[in-house]
């Protein structure tokens, strides 16, 4: 399958602090790409859809300026957690469609583990 | 009432047993169907992706749709240690990009 990769896995800080997550696509270029988060024994949720050289798409309840998106080039999405609070440890992961966006397949990253202390 | 409903477990089966997941969802709008994978603390792995009714299988792996009754199954024969994980049901519309819909994941162990 097509590969999404992320960094960092792990990442902790100190509340109040900013924190910048990579999402890459290494075989593949990537118009759209998606962050979702996900809580302990919970589901996925889609955050936002970021769009190459454009404006990020965000779902509903989501605040755009906590979470700043940024899809510089066809590979690479970035996810910045702006202003960083406990409530906002989650599990992020980004993910990219192979072949065409509205019916092709979803691949995920592996997902990064954000503590905000 | 969610849109997709999937039963959390935890699940638990002997080492060669056919393991059935389901999942029942609402919306008839749903064209596309996957089973996810999900290791603890990792990324969730494609392993079917089918498209409006049927059946689709590869390996040891066997999905199910019948749209009609809003119900999915994916079947694992032989099952395997290796196998326990979380299995998430997903699905979306036509149209929708990377917006699917999960359920909330079953939680699959494999006994030896």
């Known amino acids: 399958g097509a590969v999404v990769s992320q960094h960092p896995s792990r990442v902790i800080c100190k509340s109040g602090t900013s924190v910048k997550i990579e999402c890459r696509s290494l075989d593949f270029q990537a118009t759209t790409m998606f962050w979702y988060r996900q809580f302990p024994k919970q589901s996925l949720m889609l955050m936002a859809t970021s769009n190459e050289g454009s404006k990020a798409t965000y779902e509903q309840g989501v605040e755009k300026d906590k979470f700043l998106i940024n899809h510089a080039s066809l590979t690479l999405s970035t996810l910045t957690v702006t202003s960083a609070h406990p409530e906002d440890s989650s599990f992020y992961i980004c993910?990219?469609?192979?072949?065409?966006?509205?019916?092709?397949?979803?691949?995920f990253g592996e997902g990064s583990r954000l503590t905000v202390l | 009432q969610k849109e997709v409903e999937q039963d959390p477990g935890p699940l638990s089966v002997p080492e060669g047993a056919i393991v059935s997941l389901n999942c029942t969802y609402s919306?008839?709008?749903?064209?596309?169907f996957m089973w996810y994978r999900q290791y603890s603390r990792k990324g969730p792995e494609l392993l079917m992706y089918?498209?409006?009714?049927g059946n689709k299988e590869d390996g040891r792996f066997t999905a199910q749709v019948d749209k009609s009754s809003k119900y999915i199954s994916l079947f694992i024969r032989d099952s395997q240690p290796s196998d326990s994980a979380t299995y998430l049901c997903?699905?979306?519309?036509?149209?929708?990009?990377?917006?699917?819909?999960f359920g909330q994941g079953t939680e699959l162990s494999v006994k030896p």
């Open positions: 993910s990219a469609v192979v072949g065409e966006t509205r019916t092709g397949e979803l691949f």
């Open positions: 919306n008839s709008a749903f064209q596309y």
């Open positions: 997903a699905m979306k519309g036509y149209n929708q990009g990377g917006k699917l819909i």
């Open positions: 089918t498209y409006s009714s």
